[in-house]
């Protein structure tokens, strides 16, 4: 005998629609490219105010852009394209390559030796913070290897604030009936 069971949601769709961005239409797509206007700004402050290193050159934060596309009966915008981000976007915000393999800088075959803060500190490892100036290639087996590559998660620090703010207007049209 097969169990069968049914599922309701505690909540309607069409309901919420009709509440908050039907009633509202136009005021829910100016507030929502305001919403798009908004996550790209809180990106690239995200990754200037969360770089694991001082002394980068702004390039990842220079790629991202905010490309409104607009239409009589809808409103959209696009934070970014990849085919103009530098070739390490993925790697800065997931940690591992695309391949899902961590990335290790220099393919593990060097490492850092002086950093802008003053020569590798075992004790700093993985939480320094000072722009790498030498690098030494690894030559014997009892050599520190590098350290693979913190996250940045800025797209998802990104995709979370932008959920927030939504919910939020989508709440603050309900309220306005």
Known sequence: MALQMKITPKFNVKEIID??????????????????QKAHAYMINYIKTHKHRVG??????????FYPITGAVMVGWGVGLISELPKYW??????????????????GKIRPV????????????????GQMWTLKRITGANELLPSKIRPLNYIQATRARFNANLRNLLLKLKGSK
């Open 56 to 65: 980068g050159e702004g390039l990842l934060e220079g790629s991202i852009h």
């Open 114 to 129: 002086v950093f802008s803060d003053g020569d590798a500190d075992p004790n700093k490892r993985g939480a320094g913070t």
């Open 19 to 36: 509440s908050t961005i039907r009633k509202d239409w136009f005021i829910f797509q100016a507030k929502a490219f305001e919403l798009g």
């Open 90 to 107: 993925y790697v800065v915000n997931y940690g591992k390559k695309v391949t899902g393999e961590d990335f290790v800088p220099g393919m």
